[in-house]
């Protein structure tokens, strides 16, 4: 997970493959002229396998890719070879959420939906820290590998400040807003800094109402990110799900189509952002006034 970035490997396999199949030649075929194993080639078109960046040249070289093309594969592949930022957070990383973490570096759009707690990308230390220490009632971890995952949240957060920034659109439910976690100063100050973050032109907050009259759609959190093509590769959308005992990340076609209906149809009855930004204000007095 933390040797590449996911998103560029996964690019490069990607094009690697589009571009054999342009030519009409199977992997046995290309893993033959060059001497490779046919699963040696199919790993590194499926992402399995790092791959150097000479073997890539010899590829490009096989393919008669022309020499803007190539440059821009090339400049893919070094990249691909680079290590994430994340990568010294392995130790709190396990399985689906350590692709995850990388897969959301590289995203373009993440929508998501906050049905339990603010999401992570929105919280402030005092609230992480809150939801991070509870989670040890049900699952072992000392109080070092809990200031380990709250220093990787925030340093995920970076990514709404960066150069390119993420753009983020987040549905919170109401109930997020009236749920005491951590107590009145916690609160209080979680709400004015979401109305901080809700100010950045690349951060859209809409609280969904209790009051609402909508359809019967009911959901755990999620996210669906969206990937802008780069080097002439479009990445398939993810959705990434956590729950209390599921950590999974989905690029099937047909799941992350049905969670952006789900997305889209909670979004639409869901406050404006003007409106939500006076609702979490309100919240904000109200933890103020307890």
């Known amino acids: 997970m933390a040797a590449a970035p996911t998103v560029r490997r996964r690019r490069l396999g990607i094009e690697l493959r589009r571009l054999r199949e342009r030519l009409g030649r199977t992997v046995e075929e290309i893993a033959d002229r060059l001497d490779w194993s046919a699963s040696k080639l199919s790993r590194i078109e499926n992402a399995r396998i790092g791959v150097r960046v000479s073997d890539v040249r010899l590829l490009l070289e096989l393919y008669r890719v022309d020499e803007g093309h190539k440059g821009e594969v090339l400049a893919l592949a070094q990249a ?19 692709t995850y973490v990388a897969l959301e570096d590289e995203a373009h759009t993440a929508l998501t939906f906050g049905t339990y707690a603010i999401p992570g990308l929105l919280q402030n ?25 709250l220093d990787l949240r925030m340093r995920r957060q970076e990514i709404l400040r960066r150069e390119i920034p993420l753009t983020l659109s987040a549905v919170i439910d109401e109930s997020v807003l009236l749920r005491d976690i951590g107590g009145r100063d916690i609160m209080q100050r979680q709400m004015l800094d979401l109305l901080d973050l809700a100010e ?91």
């Open 80 to 98: 691909a070879t680079e290590q994430g930022w994340w990568a010294e957070y392995r130790d709190v990383m396990a399985g689906e959420f350590g």
């Open 125 to 149: 230390r005092e609230y992480a820290h809150r939801i991070l220490d509870s989670g040890r009632i049900i699952a072992v971890s000392t109080p070092r590998q809990v200031e380990r995952r």
């Open 200 to 290: 950045l032109p690349n951060v859209h907050v809409h609280v969904l109402p209790l009051d609402v009259d909508r359809e019967p759609i009911f959901s755990d959190t999620f996210t669906l990110l969206e990937f802008a093509p780069a080097y002439d590769v479009v990445f398939p959308d993810v959705v990434y799900l956590d729950n209390l005992v599921t950590m999974a990340v989905l690029q099937d076609d047909g799941a992350t189509h049905t969670y952006r209906l789900c997305w889209d149809a909670l979004r639409s009855v869901s406050l404006s952002a003007q409106e939500s930004r006076r609702r979490i204000a309100r919240a904000a007095e109200e933890w103020e006034s307890r």
